[in-house]
């Protein structure tokens, strides 16, 4: 570990990098993510049938939950998840700890 | 610094001698006494350091899982006395030839040994998994790890 290595303080999240595969969701160990998708066809020229992707609907992390073990951004093949040094979030009622999609890809950028 | 103690294995009617035979090399002091539940295996650990020096030694032994017991070995080492008190009620292993084992944190005659791998995990079997439904909404894995199929029939 170097000094420039992110505190465990905020999980940001990358949507664009996201393809919903569940993987966190499954691995975390406090059951404080979900992910909601939906399957779509994507026609490709050249291609002789159409592509299915996953696309992302909803993110959300319960921080009332989390316990900043890390393992969903270890686990995440595509590197989607990382750690952000702001700690600048908490709020006064459960459901503010609730962060989805756009606040997480938020620290993705702002977070330091 | 990251120091590592090898394991040594015990056979269990040696496990009195074997912790005595450390504390004569000079590990004296019960740093810490647990069980460990593989699933496999059951097994009991003592942690034996030597104060003066940053000396300790492992100790291991594999117990039966359906009758599990063990010598106890707070005559010799007092300070094992807590620890085994804590194991005897978490992994419901009996430590023989020790005056109490009254429990600490849950209600003696229960049964429940909540640190072994056959103790149901009522919150995980109760509470909807998050992982189950794919994009798809196929199915993938029906259970969450840890999660036996048994302890979900009568739900
Ligand atoms: S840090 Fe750990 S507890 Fe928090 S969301 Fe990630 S896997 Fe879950
Ligand atoms: S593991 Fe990564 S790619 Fe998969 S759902 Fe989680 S964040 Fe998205």
Known sequence: MSDSTPQRNVIALLPEACTSCMVCVRECPSWCISVESHVEEVSEEGARRPRTVNVLD??????????????????????????????????????????????????????? | MTQTTA????????????????????????DWLTAVDTAESLFVLVHLVDPGSSRSEMLRCE????????????????????????????????????????????????????????????ARVRTPWPGQESATGRRRQKLPPGVRAEWTRDE
């Open chain 2, 7 to 30: 394991i040594i294995d015990i056979a269990a009617d040696e496990w009195v001698a074997a912790c005595t035979a450390s504390a004569a090399r000079g590990c004296d002091v019960v």
């Open chain 2, 63 to 122: 117990l039966n899982s359906e009758r599990p017991e063990i010598a106890s070995i707070t005559s010799w080492f007092p300070g094992a006395d807590w620890h085994e008190r804590e194991t005897h009620e978490m992994f419901g292993i009996d430590f023989l030839g020790r005056s109490q084992t009254n429990a600490l944190l849950i209600r003696a005659g229960d049964g429940l040994s909540p640190l072994r791998k056959t103790a149901p995990l009522d």
């Open chain 1, 58 to 112: 909803e993110f959300t992390i319960d921080y009332g939950l989390c316990m900043y073990c890390g393992i969903c951004i270890e686990t995440c093949p595509f590197d989607a998840l990382a750690w952000r040094d702001s700690f600048d979030y908490p709020s006064g009622d459960r459901q503010g700890l609730r962060q989805d999609a756009v606040d997480l890809s938020r620290w993705w950028t702002t977070g330091s």
